[in-house]
């Protein structure tokens, strides 16, 4: 199911309208964005969990920020978590077999995967990289959009826009 443009505002909206103080909020958003950006793939979700409850923080947006590595966004991430990675650490290029499902069930297969074991280190260092680069970059952003919006709404923001209330 793919996610409508009224799903996103409903799920925003309830990000800008939780209990806690902004900052609070801004921090949980910040983990979870390192958390989802980190290396550890298939564990940001457990990871997560952990972490807000440990440290109390809002579960809400430790996960929101968390999810922004998503099936969608998964490609490009470790795509551009590999290249900053191979700035820093110098690796053999790739030399990947051919795939097909016939060459799947094979273990000479899986052994020229296995021998490409060396691209990990640059992975693993770009992949925290960008994790402290987008939680720096998040915290401030979320701040700023939740003073903005509570400035602008209070607590809570209309459930029907202004324009749609006034007859005229």
Do not use: C
């Amino acid at each position: 199911m793919l996610i409508s443009a009224v799903m996103f505002r409903k799920a925003l909206r309830n990000l800008l309208n939780l209990d806690d103080p902004p900052e609070r909020i801004a921090l949980a958003f910040a983990v979870g964005t390192f958390i989802g950006f980190s290396p550890l793939l298939g564990l940001h979700t457990i990871l997560a969990a952990l972490v807000a409850v440990i440290w109390r923080l809002n579960k809400l947006a430790v996960f929101t920020g968390t999810y922004l590595q998503n099936p969608w966004t998964m490609a490009p991430i470790i795509v551009a978590s590999w290249a900053i990675g191979r700035w820093f650490i110098d690796s053999p290029s790739m030399d990947l077999p051919v795939m097909s499902l016939s060459a799947l069930l094979t273990a000479q297969f899986w052994l020229s995967i296995a021998a490409q074991w060396r691209q990990l280190l640059p992975f693993a260092l770009g992949a925290t990289i960008l994790s402290v680069v987008s939680a720096a970059i998040s915290y401030p952003l979320m701040l700023f959009f939740l003073r903005a919006y509570r400035r602008k709404y209070g607590r809570r923001a209309p459930l029907v826009p202004k324009s749609i209330t006034e007859e005229g």
